[in-house]
């Protein structure tokens, strides 16, 4: 299947500080990239939609100041936590849709473990 | 609201043993249906996926699931376990909202141990 790899794999930060996570297609054009969040023991949240070109769709209760999300081009998405506290520590997991076959499956990088101390 | 439920949150089996995942979803248009593995330490990999015809559906592996409409639920199994299954099994459902847009829904996951 398709690739798509994160940047970093995992990162420490202090408080009031902001990280940015990239996010690669590495093997195809994705028009759509998604961002999740993923607590411990929990299941994938939804954080936003990230369409090519244009601005991203956040979900209800994601507040979108704080992550902002760029998706300049058909390969690159990035997330950036501004102003990181320690409640942003989490799993963060991007994906990327393949749009060239049947079924626009979705390929999900690696994650990122990002800690705010 | 369009939820997807995954029944066993954490479930030990010996090697050999069979396996079944079960995953109801509630939502009444028509969905894509999947389910995911997360091996420790990696990322999230698609086992298998159910968009029409036979809803009896095969994946990598050995696993399979089944589409039971009238019950809304995409329950995966195994006949025979093994130690290297071990992982976080996560069920999911592709919804379509207007506008066309679409989003997977997770499940809480399931966390399958399998002792030798």
């Known amino acids: 299947g398709a690739v798509v790899s994160q940047h970093p794999s995992w990162v420490i930060c202090k408080s009031g500080t902001s990280v940015k996570i990239e996010c690669r297609s590495l093997?195809?054009?994705?028009?759509?990239m998604f961002w999740y969040r993923q607590f411990p023991k929990q299941s994938l949240m939804l954080m936003a939609t990230s369409n090519e070109g244009s601005k991203a769709t956040y979900e209800q209760g994601v507040e979108k100041d704080k992550f902002l999300i760029n998706h300049a081009s058909l390969t690159l998405s990035t997330l950036t936590v501004t102003s990181a506290h320690p409640e942003d520590s989490s799993f963060y997991i991007c994906?990327?849709?393949?749009?060239?076959?049947?079924?626009?499956?979705?390929?999900f990088g690696p994650g990122t473990r990002l800690t705010v101390l | 609201a369009q939820s997807v439920s995954q029944h066993n949150h954490h479930v030990i089996l010996s090697e050999a043993a069979s396996l079944e995942l079960g995953c109801n979803y509630s939502y009444g248009g028509t969905v894509n249906l999947f389910w995911y593995v997360q091996y420790p330490g990696q990322h999230l990999q698609l086992l298998l996926k159910y968009f029409s015809g036979d809803p009896l559906v095969k994946g990598i592996k050995g696993f399979e699931a089944e589409f039971i409409k009238s019950k809304f639920s995409f329950n995966l199994r195994k006949p025979s376990v093994q130690w290297s299954d071990t992982a976080e099994y996560f069920c999911a459902v592709k919804a379509d909202f207007s506008g066309g847009y679409n989003k997977l829904i997770f499940g809480a996951g399931t966390r399958l141990a399998v002792h030798p």
């Open positions: 093997d195809f054009q994705a028009t759509t």
């Open positions: 994906s990327a849709r393949d749009s060239r076959g049947a079924y626009n499956e979705q390929f």
